[in-house]
């Protein structure tokens, strides 16, 4: 006789619509981020902007990107993840609106700076969102499945915005996606509930050891202190640990992200259209590297979440050093490198800002501590536009490539200080 939990198969249906719409939520963001990389080539050629000019356009976004990780934290914290993700959908639509429309330099600053702040919502909340309605048992797992997200996500919007741009041009690619991320931000506000108590219901961690029959963990009953959850993030090790190693993460993975077209087309001699299409078997791998390293994570290492990082982490150190070795490795083999790189850095990435940050930030701070892991990292992120715009320039490809290793061997090593730490409840 199956054991029924109560509201069992409310809960059911409301698990299942928190995981689909955070999961487009987040991937719908990426409509309005990884189109600039499709069409940075061609936005540079039409109003005559350096690579460098370029980088600094990335870093102007990643920047505020960065600082906004740590409002949007504790906001999501303040206000609920849902209404916070659905407001920055719909910021980030304007925003693109206005980068579409964009002349000049001046104008794209302006608009890739206040498309940073709204983007920095979505992490935050949808981590918070996630968290509220999934146990932290078997949260390695499902997230890692949901981390597909921001694969997926830069797949499709890759996918359209290259479309687009060879079908109408570059300001296509902002306005088209603006619409779609726009009208999904206000189904997002008025469907998604931020947790199970505003439907009714028991907490999830209360629901999980019911349905499988285990004994539930004992829950903190204090009433909610914004500031000290704040105080317990910033005091934490481990969050600090998964921070200082995602700078490295986001730093390599952000690079590809919006400089890997870039480079197949003016250093390799791809097409826009073809260059667009390439760099998307990285994010392809991402999903397959996402998931492996979630159910590893949970099934393998029993919710310790450092080893399958470290182990990747060294695995793609490899891999990148043979990459900058052998840059020029025609189609197919250019493919199977992406393919491998991919999967290598996604699987540790996904684990680092989303399981692991959220299982350290516990349910109460979850949104602080995804926001906070994030915002370091997008810290690195933000130093990759301007940092890779003067290196590409000054020494080349090759010595781009060569910086991404040493990097990979100090996330691996900061992550190893991590290995037998064990999330409480797992």
Request: net charge neutral; with cysteine; glycine share 14%.
């Amino acid at each position: 006789m199956t054991h029924q939990a109560p509201g069992q198969r409310q809960y059911r249906i409301l698990r299942i619509q928190a995981f689909a719409m955070t999961w487009l939520a987040y991937a719908g963001f990426y409509f309005c981020r990884a189109n600039w990389s499709i069409v940075k080539s061609a936005v540079g050629e039409d109003l005559g902007l350096s690579t460098v000019e370029l980088g600094q356009l990335d870093t102007t976004y990643l920047a505020l990107y960065a600082v906004g990780q740590f409002v949007s934290g504790w906001l999501g914290d303040r206000i609920g993840g849902a209404r916070l993700v659905g407001l920055g959908l719909i910021l980030t639509a304007l925003c693109n609106v206005a980068l579409g429309s964009s002349h000049g330099m001046l104008f794209l600053v302006a608009g890739f700076a206040v498309n940073g702040l709204a983007q920095s919502a979505g992490w935050p909340g949808c981590a918070k969102t996630f968290s509220q309605w999934f146990a932290q048992r078997e949260r390695g797992q499902v997230m890692g499945w949901w981390c597909t997200c921001y694969q997926a996500g830069y797949v499709l919007a890759g996918l359209l915005a290259t479309w687009l741009l060879a079908e109408y041009g570059w300001r296509t690619a902002f306005f088209v996606p603006a619409l779609l991320i726009g009208g999904f931000g206000l189904v997002f506000l008025k469907v998604q509930k931020p947790s199970p108590s505003s439907a009714g219901l028991p907490s999830v961690e209360s629901y999980y050891a019911q349905v499988t029959g285990t004994e539930p963990p004992v829950e903190d009953a204090a009433p909610p202190d914004p500031w000290g959850d704040t105080l317990l993030v910033l005091k934490s090790r481990d969050i600090w640990t998964l921070g200082l190693t995602y700078v490295v993460l986001k730093f390599i993975r952000y690079s590809f992200i919006f400089w890997l077209p870039f480079y197949l087309s003016n250093a390799l001699g791809y097409s826009d259209e073809e260059a667009g299409y390439t760099s998307l078997i990285f994010g392809v791998a991402g999903i397959a590297g996402a998931v492996f390293a979630g159910t590893v994570s949970d099934r393998v290492h029993g919710g310790r979440r450092a080893p399958i990082c470290v182990i990747m982490m060294g695995l793609l150190a490899v891999a990148l050093f043979g990459f900058s070795a052998m840059p020029d490795l025609g189609r197919v083999g250019m493919g199977v490198a992406l393919f491998g790189i991919g999967f290598l850095i996604y699987g540790p990435d996904s684990v680092a800002a989303g399981v692991a940050a959220v299982d350290f930030g516990t349910k109460r701070a979850a949104s602080k501590a995804a926001g906070m892991v994030n915002g370091l990292g997008s810290i690195g992120a933000a130093l990759s536009g301007v940092v890779i715009g003067y290196v590409s320039d000054g020494w080349g490809w090759s010595a781009v490539f060569n910086l991404f290793v040493p990097l990979t061997i100090i996330g691996a090593l900061l992550m190893a200080t991590m290995w037998n730490r064990v999330p409480q409840g797992a």
